[in-house]
């Protein structure tokens, strides 16, 4: 029922900007929580950007904090990732997820530590350098 589907990934120059696409469906944009998280070959999951609805709140990684910027857009139920000055090392599949019935004492640390419910099938974002 819950539908994500991820777009905008593509090959990059390092230093150049991409704006990946999660249009969502089957959940209603009140209440809940969205987030990007990507997986390299070889490596862990990594939880890039979330997004709680409840209070508006916002968190990166680390790695990508000043670079990557989440929206959302309640009124096309489509969320954004906006990544500039992207890095060889950002070369991964970004996937879109969402918990469409977020709890109060879930914050975007949690998500980042155990995902979250649904998940979209992935866009490959690949930075040369």
């Known amino acids: 029922e819950v539908q994500l589907v991820e777009s905008g990934g593509g090959l990059v120059q390092a230093g150049g900007s991409l704006r990946l696409s999660c249009a969502a469906s089957g959940f209603t944009f009140d209440d809940y929580a969205i987030g990007w998280f990507r997986q390299a070959p070889g490596k862990e999951r990594e939880g890039v950007s979330c997004?709680?609805?409840?209070?508006?709140?916002?968190d990166y990684a680390d790695s990508v904090k000043g670079r990557f910027t989440i929206s959302s857009d309640n009124a096309k139920n489509t969320v954004y990732l906006q990544m500039n000055s992207l890095k060889p090392e950002d070369t991964a599949v970004y996937y879109c997820a969402v918990d469409p019935a977020p709890v109060t004492y879930y914050d975007c640390s949690y998500y980042f530590e155990y995902g979250m419910d649904y998940w979209g099938k992935g866009t490959l974002v690949t930075v040369s350098s």
């Open positions: 997004f709680v609805s409840s209070d508006g709140s916002t």
